[in-house]
């Protein structure tokens, strides 16, 4: 490499690529997910922002936690991306619902910019990378 520095969105693509990595091999937050699982669950994500707000949707993940749908890895992976990789929160554990919960107007639109820009490329990855039950060759 040339010794730049990579842009944003390299950086972007380069955490989505190893979040859908995690879930594939089911290593870390993923382990008792069923990978497809997660990437139905990143695929149905962004309407849900957009028709609900990021709040909503978050919470709508969250009463998923310890069901059938499972999906501890998608939550986590967005909380690391958005609030320590990209705004740089620091502090006692806190996920990407209670930061927005507690933040202003300001935070939530950010993140919710944030949110939706890296699901583009953690889409793309799941759909090269993760084999959808749904779809038929």
Not at 102 to 111: E, K, P, T, V
Not at 114 to 126: A, D, I, K, P, S
Request: hydrophobic content about 35%; some cysteine.
């Amino acid at each position: 490499m040339s010794g730049e520095k990579p842009t944003l969105d390299q950086r972007r693509a380069y955490h989505a690529w190893q979040a859908v990595q995690r879930a594939k091999n089911k290593v870390g937050k993923h382990s008792a997910q069923d990978p497809r699982q997660f990437r139905r669950q990143a695929k149905k994500l962004p309407l849900r922002i957009l028709t609900s707000g990021l709040g909503q949707s978050l919470t709508f993940l969250k009463t998923k936690k310890g069901k059938e749908e499972d999906v501890p890895g998608l939550l986590a992976e967005l909380s690391n991306w958005v609030l320590i990789e990209r705004l740089g929160v620091t502090g006692t554990p806190i996920d990407l619902l209670e930061f927005i919960i507690a933040g202003g107007a300001d935070d939530l639109r950010r993140a919710t910019e944030e949110v939706m820009v890296y699901l583009q490329w953690l889409n793309r990855f799941c759909e090269a990378e993760i084999e959808d039950d749904e779809e038929t060759c």
